[in-house]
Every structure is written in C-alpha cells, then in structure tokens.
C-alpha cells in the first residue's frame, strides 16, 4: 500500500489438493510455503485497512468457495488457465476474472474464454476478463519477456482487458507492457 499498489495477490494452496498423495516430499516441500484459511482471513482484514484490494490464486474448487466471500475477483495462474473444473467454479462466483496466459496458445486461450462466457451467459452476466501474458521464467530475463504478445493477445481478444504478469527483476518490463498497451500490471 505505501509502495503504491492497488492490490496485493497470493496464492491459496493446499498442498494435498494439488500435487498426488505419493508425492510425499513435494506435498512436505509445498507445504513450508502454505497460509492457513485463518492467515488469509487476517490478511484480507489487513488489506482492507490498509485500502488496498485483498486477491488470492486459488489452485482448488474448495479454496474457490473459500476466497469468494473475501475477494472482489478471481486470479487464475497460468498453469489453470486450461484447467476447465476450475475456470468454471470460478466462474460460477460472477466475478472478474484475471487469467494469465504463459502456458497457454492462443486456442486454448480462446477455450477458456469460452468456458467462461459460457458460465456467464446462462447466468445473464458479464462482469469481465482479463487475460495477462507472462513467461514461465521465473525470474525472467527482461530479453526473454516477449512483450509483443500483449498485443497479439489485445487483437485476439478485443473484448477483454489485457495485462501483463511481470516475472522479470526490475521495472522495465512493466513499463514497457503499460507503453504497448497492457492495462493490469502484476509484478512477482
């Protein structure tokens, strides 16, 4: 908040739910890195008071209903942006939804839009999308961030905002994204 920021993302995950149960040492892995629903409630409470906007990736249909109440909309990462049992329960929310699009082509992008708009119209609703490009890189080189697919994503998708998801250290890329066209900034 006094960086300036209008919003602050994490990501809601339980490892049991997102790795297999034979992967013990993933899931212990996993795990070090987890925030109970109770962490998140108190985080929600404190982006509030701070007056900025409280998001959270959830990775699971139960983190889903869990989040719904405490958030304004729904960030999918890049890995779930074709993970159609997901796009749906949330979806279903009738909120915004921001998705970013590094693992994705552009046809399975357009299938999540689908899914999406689908859900929505049955419900007589439109409270609209976002789709971010990111590289998987993590961090990134600014050389490797591929900036040119915000606009192949803006032509793709006239009817969506567009943004970028910002893996790179420093702030170049950002500025970049924002100078071609990219209207949500995410910086990792």
Known sequence: AEAGADAVKFQTIVPERLVASTEHARIVQLKRFQ??????????????????????????????????????AFKIASGDCTCMPLLRSIAA????????????????????????????????????RAFLHC???????????????????AQAFPDCVIGYSDHTLGIDAA??????????????
């Open 35 to 72: 925030l109970t629903y109770d962490e998140f409630t108190r985080l929600a409470r404190a982006a509030r008071g701070a007056g900025i906007l409280f998001l959270s990736t959830p990775f699971d249909t139960e983190s889903v209903a869990f989040l719904d109440p405490m958030v304004p």
């Open 175 to 188: 500025v970049a994204a924002v100078a071609i066209g990219a209207r949500i900034i995410e910086k990792h």
């Open 135 to 153: 590289v998987g890189a993590d961090p990134g080189p600014p050389s490797e961030a591929n900036l040119r697919a915000i606009t192949t994503l």
């Open 93 to 128: 929310t009738g909120k915004p939804i921001i998705c970013s699009t590094g693992h994705a082509t552009i046809e399975e992008v357009v299938a999540t839009r689908a899914c999406i708009r689908g859900i929505w119209r049955e419900r007589g609703m439109d409270p609209g």
